[in-house]
């Protein structure tokens, strides 16, 4: 991706005390690359808007984030479960192997054999590894960890995944 994309980098989870904190979970970044954002973004029905970091404090896995505008536990409230987004030029580049969110969803997931399981509905950041929401023909779900046993290829151009077939595992 190129030009001004802008990537998922964080989740509000909850409030954080009575300031307007907001309690983030981090989305494939740490938390030195959130600290040297200064604007994060939060896609809306009308557009995006944007959000002046004032201070990030925390771990690896979970931050506090304060912002500009945001005061209260109140105003804080209003945003639990946003996504923030980062502009891409901002974040560090990507090493090999390594995708933006946005990348992997809408990708169609095979097997090796070339048997179609279905599109990736999400990508689900859990504190041990990245899992893939899979949206199946049948219009139900299955998780596929984003792990080596797993995943056999990604080709985020070609929109495609392939997976180790359920049965060799």
């Known amino acids: 991706m190129t030009g001004h994309q ?3 980098v ?3 989870r909850k409030p954080h005390g009575v300031k ?4 983030v979970t981090l989305q494939g970044i740490d938390l030195d690359t959130l600290k040297a954002l200064e604007t994060l973004f939060v896609k809306t029905e009308s557009g995006w808007e944007s959000y002046k970091v004032t201070l990030v404090q925390g771990t690896e896995t979970d931050a506090i984030l304060m912002l500009a505008g945001i005061d209260s536990r109140e105003s804080a409230e209003t945003l639990r479960g946003t996504e923030f987004y980062a502009e891409e030029e901002q974040l560090p580049p990507l090493e090999e192997f390594e995708f933006y969110v946005e990348d992997l969803i809408g990708c169609q997931v095979y097997d090796s054999a070339g048997t179609y399981f279905g599109t990736v509905n999400q990508v689900l950041m859990n504190p ?3 899992t893939l929401e899979v949206r199946l023909p049948d219009d139900t779900e299955t998780l596929i960890p984003f792990v080596d046993e797993w995943i056999e ?3 985020v151009t070609a929109r495609r995944i392939t997976v180790t077939p359920w049965e060799t595992r």
């Open 6 to 8: 802008r990537t998922i």
């Open 10 to 12: 964080a989740t509000v």
């Open 20 to 23: 307007g904190g907001l309690k």
């Open 128 to 130: 041990d590894q990245e």
């Open 153 to 155: 290829a990604v080709d």
